[in-house]
């Protein structure tokens, strides 16, 4: 199947600080690329759709300028927590779909990143 | 808006079957059904796309009913790696986000 790839797996930082998670569609191109967080014994929420070429679709309560969404490229999107703060501690988790017309149902998972901020 | 996933925990013995359901109160695009094991990311199980539509083989299927608006996941025969938190994921309309369901947490026991 398609694989998704995610880097890092885990970033511990400290208060203030900026981290940048990659997305990878590995064997396939996505105009579409979706990330999700997902707090501990709860559901996966999605924070935004991110399309190649152009900006970010943000959920209601997602701060854009916290969550900066990059999707340079048909197999990178990137997301950066800006000045991260402890509650932004989660498993942020990105999926992928495939632009073939008959894949482009599935989603792809990443196998998620852990971010612990101090 | 959220679908409805019940119930929301089961425990089996291994061998035993077990049904989750999925519901929304408008008709879907599509369900997906996912997998997750503790501290990993989600796994794709299925995808259902027509109303009336069932899918999978013996031991894990699903079906869609013909309002697209129910979806029920089967696991028959239940093995100890069927154990995880089950999500059904949904779109109201083509290549758009999923949205996914509360989750039903599976415990499988020897």
């Known amino acids: 199947g398609a694989v998704v790839s995610q880097h890092p797996s885990w970033v511990i930082c400290k208060s203030g600080t900026s981290v940048k998670i990659e997305c990878r569609s590995l064997d396939f191109q996505a105009t579409t690329m979706f990330w999700y967080r997902q707090f501990p014994k709860q559901s996966l929420m999605l924070m935004a759709t991110?399309?190649?070429?152009?900006?970010?679709?943000?959920e209601q309560g997602v701060e854009k300028d916290k969550f900066l969404i990059n999707h340079a490229s048909l197999t990178l999107s990137t997301l950066t927590v800006t000045s991260a703060h402890p509650e932004d501690s989660s498993f942020y988790i990105c999926?992928?779909?495939?632009?073939?017309?008959?894949?482009?149902?599935?989603?792809?998972f990443g196998p998620g990143t852990r971010l612990l901020v101090l | 808006q959220q679908p409805v996933q019940s119930p929301q925990a089961v425990i089996l013995r291994e061998g035993e079957d077990a049904v989750i359901n999925c519901s929304s109160s408008k008709a879907l695009y599509s369900v997906h059904w996912y997998r997750q094991k503790h501290g990993e990311a989600p796994v794709f199980l299925m995808i259902?796309?027509?109303?009336?539509e069932q899918k999978g083989h013996e031991k894990i299927s699903a079906s869609f009913n013909e309002k697209k608006q129910q979806s029920s996941l089967y696991l028959t025969a239940s093995q100890l790696s069927y154990s995880g938190t089950y999500f059904c994921g949904t779109e109201i309309g083509g290549n758009t986000p999923l949205v996914f369901g509360k989750g039903t947490r599976l415990s499988v026991i020897a």
């Open positions: 259902l796309l027509k109303g009336g």
């Open positions: 999926s992928a779909r495939d632009s073939l017309p008959r894949l482009k149902e599935t989603q792809y």
């Open positions: 991110s399309n190649e070429g152009s900006k970010a679709t943000y």
